[in-house]
């Protein structure tokens, strides 16, 4: 069984681009990935945020961002220049003198490998991330992802730049895991799968694999996306509120250890429904740096997770799955499910085991580095969409 191995350092305060502040505890947690298996990984840490400090005001900036809607009269799927946008209110102004250059937060592949997203730190939507577009000398211009942020930038805001990690920061060289030598599927000796994000429905497939080839040919060694064997995929983001699974395809066992900043915050991410009539699996992982269980995920309490009435499997509504990595298998169902309990009966309210109506789960253990999550969210009819936010119980 995969044991936890975490060490938090406590440092003395440090300059951080846009003011000194106290740096969060630093760490490191050790995950065991089993061969012949699908291991449900997620991030526990931050990198070093590239800046800290408050928001002024949100504006608009009446040009076209990465992310905003647009009217595709072109189909190719690319904003055009003079195709219809709508101009959202995507600029965080930041305040005093934030000391940027100019879209020192854009990426550009060979000289700036970073990504980067904005975490607010308060404010109504606090725990939240939006990912950087551009930047200016002293505001960041954001995806919303469609969110309104009009009332969570205020002149109280604190905020913090990070970068995103990537399959090169979590596997530097290929490291945890083993590589391949050709390009063929048939001799991927691990992959890397990433949930997929955005169809509707359950027990979805993932939307994309990648594998570190080993070889000379093209670019040279180095991570590659399924399908796009000329281009390295170093750079390519890992999303710090989802898993992703490291499959071995042979019998070989690796460790993976994590290193980087405990997030001493509430955190934040969406739990939702897509389709119509249609329940929906959320891949969610949050960067928890410890153990979590049931009740500390403050899921039932935030709102965002519907409880059930009665034990019968037939009118349950929201579960968590969870996958236990301990169990060695590809393409592995669910150890086991878990639902809320509102009624009065038997031990009353809280968290059951799917099956084992008469004992309280309420201490299950479901979040940490031998186990993933899957919220299934129970359609409502219509598509809905609500916040799940949670303060993790290190934090003050």
Not at 62 to 86: A, K, M
Not at 325 to 339: D, H, L, P
Not at 359 to 377: C, M, Q, S, W
Request: contains cysteine.
């Amino acid at each position: 069984m995969n044991k936890l191995r975490s060490a938090l350092v406590c440092l003395l305060a440090l300059p951080v681009l846009g003011q000194a502040v106290e740096t969060d505890p630093a760490g490191f947690v050790t995950v065991s990935l089993a061969g012949n298996s699908d291991s449900y990984v997620y991030i526990p840490f931050k990198r070093s945020p590239a800046f800290v400090g408050m928001a002024t005001t949100l504006t608009a900036n009446g040009t076209y961002d990465l992310g905003e809607p647009f009217t595709d009269t072109s189909g190719d799927g690319v904003w055009q220049n003079g195709e219809v946008f709508t101009d959202t209110s995507n600029v965080i102004n930041l305040a005093g003198t934030p000391g940027l250059t100019g879209n020192q937060f854009v990426y550009a592949s060979g000289s700036q490998p970073n990504r980067y997203y904005a975490f607010l730190k308060s404010g109504t939507r606090a725990g939240m991330y939006y990912s950087v577009v551009s930047n200016g000398t002293a505001a960041v211009v954001v995806d919303t992802a469609g969110d309104d942020l009009s009332a969570a930038i205020t002149g109280t805001t604190t905020l913090e730049v990070i970068p995103y990690d990537t399959l090169a920061t979590i596997f530097p060289a290929g490291a945890s895991v083993h590589a391949s030598a050709s390009h063929s599927i048939a001799v991927r000796n691990t992959e890397i799968l990433i949930p997929n994000l955005s169809s509707s429905g359950t027990d979805l497939a993932s939307a994309v694999s990648y594998y570190y080839f080993s070889g000379v040919s093209g670019p040279g060694a180095g991570w590659r996306k399924a399908g796009f064997t000329a281009v390295l995929a170093n750079d390519d983001v890992l999303l710090p509120d989802t898993f992703f699974i490291v499959r071995h395809n042979i019998a070989t066992d690796t460790s993976l250890t994590f290193t980087g900043t405990v997030q001493m915050n509430q955190l934040a991410t969406p739990l939702g429904t897509i389709a119509a009539s249609t329940d929906q699996d959320n891949a969610a992982a949050l960067p928890f740096a410890t153990e979590l269980t049931l009740a500390q995920l403050k899921l039932f309490e935030s709102g965002a997770f519907a409880g059930s009435s009665s034990h019968s499997i037939a009118l349950r509504q929201d579960q968590v799955l969870v996958w236990d990595n301990s169990v060695v298998g590809k393409n592995k169902s669910a150890a086991t499910s878990y639902y809320y309990f509102t009624g009065a009966s038997g031990v009353g309210p809280g968290w059951r085991e799917s099956g084992i109506t008469g004992t309280l789960a309420n201490n299950a253990v479901v979040i940490g580095p031998n186990k993933g999550i899957i919220i299934r969210k129970k359609s409502g009819g219509t598509p809905s969409t609500a916040l799940w936010t949670v303060k993790p119980p290190y934090v003050p």
